[in-house]
């Protein structure tokens, strides 16, 4: 389960209903999510906040702007940039941040990946893959890609090592297409939305057992009944006691190292302890700044600095990325 853009009041009370009323996976640990997190308008005290319950916190950019154009460099800088925020005023650990998602899911082909590999993220969720007879498992770019190019520019390189975790699409209930759940066309019920998204959870629990991925923004959730029918998806697929509501990173853990069912309870990176990361914010502090011709109200636990941290300019005076010198590129 995934969820992109900033992390705010707006979404504040939907994360509650989803992870804090008591839903566990198989081994009694609670289920968790990644959140693929851009800056502007982002309150890095509830970003702690999940982080410190276990969720995982990937890189969405700074600005959220289409990359398709971008230079290595301004890839580093928005992508990187962005892993250092999340450090500095949500208390992630930079090891932590292993993964991105382009905006607009608007890949910036060979000088994306490259950034990947040589910032030393581990993977990318960014690609649509539309064939899924059966569904797609993550892939490495150790090799060419296997599926259509939906929105170039794609690899075309080898970057060993760099895993993409695909979207694979879905078919909404009237055989349309969609890479995110809330881009297809929506039932106007709850029982209509939990059966559309069933029915594209049974094509992957069915045939290869392909991660399935529930890929969404916040604000599709402001429809009661889009809210309803997928808290009724959850609680059917929760109560399975061969499946596991996970992060992108966990799931990527054991596609590498695939656990039986046996003993998957003892899989260590299913586990919940996560007594190394910070405690939750409580009594965060509001830096005003200014930005844009306006104020932004940035909340942390953090030390505030002293400009809005943006692309080139995070504000972090140990920034590696901001400091970086011009690339040559071979």
């Given at each position: 389960?995934t969820f992109?853009?900033?992390?705010?009041?707006?979404?504040?009370q939907l994360y509650?209903?989803l992870?804090?009323?008591g839903?566990?996976?198989?081994?009694?640990?609670?289920?968790?999510?990644t959140?693929?997190?851009?800056?502007?308008?982002t309150?890095?005290?509830q970003?702690?906040?999940?982080?410190a319950d276990?969720h995982?916190?990937?890189s969405?950019?700074?600005?959220?702007?289409f990359?398709?154009?971008?230079?290595?460099?301004?890839?580093?800088?928005?992508?990187?940039?962005?892993?250092?925020?999340?450090?500095?005023?949500?208390?992630?650990?930079?090891s932590?941040?292993?993964?991105m998602?382009?905006?607009f899911?608007?890949?910036?082909?060979?000088?994306?990946?490259k950034?990947?590999?040589?910032?030393?993220?581990t993977?990318?969720?960014?690609l649509?893959?539309?064939e899924?007879?059966?569904?797609?498992?993550?892939?490495?770019?150790?090799?060419?890609?296997?599926?259509?190019?939906?929105?170039?520019?794609c690899?075309?390189?080898s970057?060993?090592?760099?895993?993409q975790v695909?979207m694979?699409?879905?078919?909404?209930?009237?055989?349309?297409?969609?890479?995110?759940?809330?881009a297809?066309?929506?039932?106007g019920?709850?029982?209509?939305?939990?059966?559309?998204?069933?029915?594209?959870?049974e094509?992957?629990?069915?045939?290869?057992r392909a991660p399935?991925?529930?890929?969404?923004?916040?604000?599709w959730?402001?429809?009661?009944?889009?809210k309803?029918?997928?808290?009724?998806?959850?609680?059917?697929i929760?109560?399975?006691?061969?499946?596991?509501?996970v992060t992108?990173?966990?799931?990527?853990?054991?596609?590498r190292?695939?656990?039986?069912?046996?003993r998957?309870?003892?899989f260590?990176?299913f586990?919940?302890?996560y007594?190394?990361?910070?405690k939750?914010?409580?009594?965060?502090k509001?830096c005003?700044?200014?930005?844009?011709?306006g104020?932004?109200?940035?909340?942390t636990?953090q030390?505030?600095?002293?400009?809005?941290?943006?692309?080139?300019?995070?504000g972090i005076?140990?920034?590696?990325i901001?400091n970086?010198?011009?690339?040559?590129?071979?």
């Open positions: 389960m992109d853009d900033s992390v705010n009041d707006l979404n504040k509650i209903d992870f804090e009323k839903r566990v996976n198989p081994n009694g640990c609670p289920i968790t999510a959140f693929y997190v851009s800056h502007e308008w309150d890095y005290s970003v702690q906040n999940l982080y276990g995982e916190m990937a969405h950019t700074i600005s959220h702007s990359g398709e154009q971008f230079s290595q460099k301004k890839w580093t800088r928005e992508v990187a940039g962005q892993r250092e925020i999340l450090a500095a005023y949500g208390g992630v650990k930079l932590d941040v292993r993964g998602r382009a905006p899911l608007s890949v910036g082909g060979n000088k994306m990946y950034m990947l590999y040589d910032s030393n993220f993977y990318d969720s960014s649509p893959v539309y899924n007879r059966p569904p797609s498992w993550p892939y490495t770019f150790d090799y060419k890609i296997f599926h259509d190019c939906m929105i170039p520019p690899p075309t390189r970057y060993p090592g760099i895993w695909p694979v699409m879905w078919q909404d209930l009237n055989g349309g297409r969609c890479s995110m759940g809330d297809c066309s929506n039932p019920d709850a029982d209509g939305v939990m059966k559309m998204i069933m029915k594209n959870f094509r992957h629990y069915t045939t290869n399935f991925g529930l890929f969404y923004h916040a604000a959730f402001t429809q009661p009944h889009h309803e029918g997928f808290i009724k998806f959850l609680d059917a929760n109560a399975m006691p061969d499946v596991w509501i992108n990173w966990q799931a990527l853990q054991w596609v190292d695939p656990t039986p069912i046996s998957i309870n003892s260590q990176p586990y919940c302890d007594s190394d990361r910070p939750r914010c409580n009594n965060p509001v005003n700044l200014w930005h844009k011709s104020v932004r109200y940035m909340k636990c030390p505030c600095p002293d400009i809005y941290p943006w692309t080139g300019k995070t005076r140990s920034s590696r901001d970086d010198i011009e690339e040559t590129t071979t």
